[in-house]
Antibody
Framework: QVQLQESGPGLVKPSQTLSLTCTVS??????????WNWIRQPPGKGLEWIGT????HYNPSLKSRVTMSLDTSKNQFSLKLNSVTAADTAVYFC???????????????WGQGTLVTVAS | SYVLTQPPSVSVAPGETASITCGGN??????VHWYQQKPGQAPVVVIF???VRPSGIPERFSGSNSANTATLTISRVEAGDEADYYC????????????FGSGTKVTVL
């Protein structure tokens, strides 16, 4: 059973860099059979896609501030979001990306999410 | 970028049927995925590729997609179905590849 777990600071100061790691267990991140997503959810609001690593694309509204990477030795992938503001306060989810038979992608396994608050 | 439109809320009595719509321009030509999210939890995919149920999802959940509307149908609604539901498509023709609907809160009366 694949499991994902986000980790990182719960509080980040404005203008600094938000850094999160997602640890994957129950499967190798190296296999290349899957891609990896970061998705966030501001308090009381809907889901917002941040970006996909593997078939790498970023949300155009965040692209200038986002970096994603993979550490296959640790079976982890990571997110960095720089120059954060209060608007970046959200629950951040990592998720596995799977291809369906039509050639479309969806996320079949998700981490539990981690709340990151941007405040001084 | 592509836009998905969902009603903010749907109310349904136990045992009845809930229908949640997801509107989009020619959405019938895309593959639509549906997620259920309960308070404080991560989303769970309940339907992918328009109408396919992952293992472990009850048969009460079904999906359809045609023309400009995709629909998630929950039959014989139970109290445990109360949650937010999001539709999602992958748009390879846009830089904004992943699009989520705004979500529908299903309330079981």
């Amino acid at each position: 059973q694949v499991q994902l777990q986000e980790s990182g600071p719960g509080l980040v100061k404005p203008s600094q860099t938000l850094s999160l790691t997602c640890t994957v267990s129950g499967g190798s991140i190296r296999s290349g059979d899957y891609y990896w997503n970061w998705i966030r959810q501001p308090p009381g609001k809907g889901l917002e896609w941040i970006g996909t690593f593997g078939n790498t694309h970023y949300n155009p509204s965040l692209k200038s501030r986002v970096t994603m990477s993979l550490d296959t030795s640790k079976n982890q992938f990571s997110l960095k979001l720089n120059s954060v503001t209060a608007a970046d306060t959200a629950v951040y989810f990592c998720a596995r990306v799977t291809l369906d038979d039509s050639g479309s992608y969806f996320s079949d396994y998700w981490g539990q999410g981690t709340l990151v608050t941007v405040a001084s | 970028s592509y836009v998905l439109t969902q009603p903010p809320s749907v109310s349904v009595a136990p045992g009845e049927t809930a229908s949640i719509t997801c509107g989009g321009n020619n959405i019938g030509t895309k593959s639509v995925h549906w997620y259920q999210q309960k308070p404080g939890q991560a989303p769970v995919v309940v339907i992918f590729y328009d109408s396919v149920r992952p293992s472990g999802i009850p048969e009460r959940f079904s999906g359809s997609n045609s023309a400009n509307t995709a629909t998630l149908t929950i039959s014989r609604v139970e109290a445990g179905d109360e949650a937010d539901y999001y539709c999602q498509v992958w748009d390879p023709f846009s830089d904004h590849r992943w699009v989520f609907g705004s979500g529908t809160k299903v309330t079981v009366l």
